[in-house]
């Protein structure tokens, strides 16, 4: 089986530079010859492990997959504060599939009239970037949630917010 990092919370947070837990993570991962793994992140900190996840993929045994929500820094901004720039995933993907490394597009949320329009320009600038593979997700808009993207729509893009929502 393979382990999946990154699909509850980013294993590559902000903080993570400093702690290291995921880098010790794959340290102790990388001793084990069949172990595999599958990492998602929207962060360009992936690229500070090229090191274990080259040797890793080397043998077979990982896959990267950065999300790029948006090719638009100002909104990526808006979207997702702590995460990395468009331009930084991008190149960190090209970065990992030149050593070598299978990558993974994904394309996430996809939220209708935000960056739906963008899913062609992604495609194409991550396959510029060498990746081979990409998957997306919908926004998914739980009841508890939806007065919070409710009111960051009003926030942010008020001329959008009454199309999302519907």
């Known amino acids: 089986e393979v382990i999946a990092l990154g699909t509850a919370t980013d294993p590559y947070q902000p903080g993570e530079a400093e702690a290291r837990v995921t880098r010790r993570f794959l340290e102790l991962a990388a001793q084990y010859r069949g172990l595999r793994l599958s990492i998602t992140t929207k962060g360009a900190l992936v690229l500070r492990d090229l090191d274990?996840?080259?040797s890793m993929a080397q043998?077979?045994?990982v896959k990267v997959?950065?999300?790029v929500t948006t090719l638009d820094g100002k909104l990526a901004r808006a979207m997702e504060p702590r995460a990395s720039t468009p331009a930084k995933r991008l190149e960190a993907l090209r970065v990992l599939?030149?050593?070598g490394i299978p990558t993974v597009v994904?394309?996430?949320p996809v939220i209708p009239a935000v960056?739906?329009?963008e899913i062609e320009a992604i495609l194409k600038a991550a396959a510029v970037a060498g990746v081979k593979e990409a998957g997306y997700t919908m926004l998914r808009l739980p009841l508890e949630?939806?007065?919070?993207?409710?009111?960051?729509?009003m926030t942010?893009?008020?001329?959008?917010a009454s199309k999302v929502m519907g």
């Open 106 to 108: 994904m394309i996430g």
């Open 145 to 153: 949630v939806k007065d919070i993207v409710k009111e960051w729509l």
């Open 52 to 54: 274990i996840l080259t």
């Open 97 to 99: 599939s030149a050593a």
């Open 156 to 160: 942010e893009m008020p001329e959008r």
């Open 65 to 67: 997959a950065i999300s």
């Open 115 to 117: 960056n739906d329009m």
């Open 59 to 61: 043998r077979g045994l």
